[in-house]
Each structure stands twice: as C-alpha cells, then as structure tokens.
C-alpha cells in the first residue's frame, strides 16, 4: 500500500513553455502532498506543501508565481512549471501523507525535468 | 533554525564489510526520524523510522539504526553490507509542521 505515481517521469521543453506535473496516492487519501526539488548528487530541498482545497504554502525563496501547485482533490496535486528556463531544468519529487498519518511520507518516482 | 547533518559525503567499501553512516540533528524538540535509500535510477524508499519506544530500530533488507538523544543522532548500521546495497542514503527529521528535513545524503558505494 501507499503508493504514490508522478507524471510524467520524464519531460524536455523548450525554454519559456510550460510544463505540469501530477502527483497521484493510489491506493490512499493524501490530505498532504509536498513537492520537492533535487539537484544531482545533493539532497531534496522542499518547496512547497500543499493541503486538498487550500493554496499551497510556499518555501522561502520558492516563486509562487512561477511553480504554480493545485491539490484539487485528495488522491491528486499538480506543480505547473511556468515559463521554464534552464535553471529550472531539475529532478521533481512529489510526496503524500495519508490522511491518519501526517507524519510520514510517500515518494513518488521524480519527474526528470530538461528545459532547452 | 533545524538542520541534519550527515558526516559522511561518500563511502567506500567492500561487500560483508560493515556499514555505519552518521546522522545528527538539530532540533530540541520532539522529532520523528528517518532513513530513506535511493537506489541508482529509483525514487526514494523508506528504510526505517523512528517514533518512539525503542531506540533501536530494525528496518528493511537488514539496516538498523540507534536513536541516542543526549547525542542528537540516528545512525544508520548493516553489519554485512551486499552490492545491491549501492545506493545514496538520506537521514531526514520531520518538524512539528509535518515536513521533513534531509540531510546532503550519504552515497554508499559497496564493491563485489
């Protein structure tokens, strides 16, 4: 149990376009999902911590306006990567937190990000 | 401000050698511990965890870690290590506000 999926695992675009990306519990309800950043050979830095139907709440120096998050629903969060420049070329990690258990987390696979 | 520090950046050794990677904390509070091991190409796995209770922790594929909290630690232990066990190890605290902190990451490198 506990299984979490991200989509897709892999995506390259072109600088300037944009690019969601879906994190999904599967066999629970996640009424938290975190998102996360990771840097070859360093450690997941988090970004952002979304709760099902509230805005997500932003780590400091994490741009709200350009890593746009939605947790529409409790088995679902969307990071939407926008005008994705280079720098944003990264590896995205999602995680969810079972409802009756807020203090673990479940990784998704990680979306390899490549922008051009 | 919290932090978690793992001492050693990479590790180097042979198989049935044993294993121990270091990890601090620094949080006076109550914590929840963890060990996560990434393996080349793969997400994130859960080794094992610590509430509370026992301090001595048993997890999967034979890793133990030892929670000491005079000393602000929770290392991770194998007494046999395998080849399969080349992976990057992470010590993570998680907050009172539920988010996990992790530390640089430890990469295990076990030769046959």
């Known amino acids: 149990g506990a299984v979490v999926s991200q989509h897709p695992s892999r995506v390259i675009c072109k600088s300037g376009t944009s690019v969601k990306i879906e994190c999904r519990s599967l066999?629970?309800?996640?009424?938290?999902m975190f998102w996360y950043r990771q840097f070859p050979k360093q450690s997941l830095m988090l970004m952002a911590t979304?709760?099902?139907?509230?805005?997500?709440?932003?780590e400091q120096g994490v741009e709200k306006d350009k890593f746009l998050i939605n947790h529409a629903s409790l088995t679902l969060s969307t990071l939407t990567v926008t005008s994705a420049h280079p720098e944003d070329s990264s590896f995205y990690i999602c995680?969810?937190?079972?409802?009756?258990?807020?203090?673990?987390?479940?990784f998704g696979p990680g979306t390899r990000l490549t922008v051009l | 401000a919290q932090s978690v520090s793992q001492h050693n950046h990479h590790v180097i050794l042979s198989e049935a050698a044993s294993l121990e990677l270091g990890c601090n904390y620094s949080?006076?509070?109550?914590?929840?511990l963890f060990w996560y091991v990434q393996y080349p190409g793969q997400h994130l796995q859960l080794l094992l965890k610590?509430?509370?209770?026992?301090?001595l922790v048993k997890g999967i594929k034979g890793f133990e870690a030892e929670f000491i909290k005079s000393k602000f630690s929770f290392n991770l232990r194998k007494p046999s290590v395998q080849w399969s066990d080349t992976a990057e190890y992470f010590c993570?605290?998680?907050?009172?506000?539920?988010?996990?902190?992790f530390g640089a990451g430890t990469t295990v490198t076990v030769r046959a």
């Open positions: 995680s969810a937190s079972p409802r009756d258990r807020g203090n673990e987390q479940f």
């Open positions: 610590y509430f509370s209770g026992d301090p």
């Open positions: 979304s709760n099902e139907g509230s805005k997500a709440t932003y």
């Open positions: 066999d629970f309800q996640a009424t938290t």
């Open positions: 993570a605290v998680i907050k009172s506000d539920y988010k996990l902190s």
């Open positions: 949080y006076g509070g109550t914590v929840n």
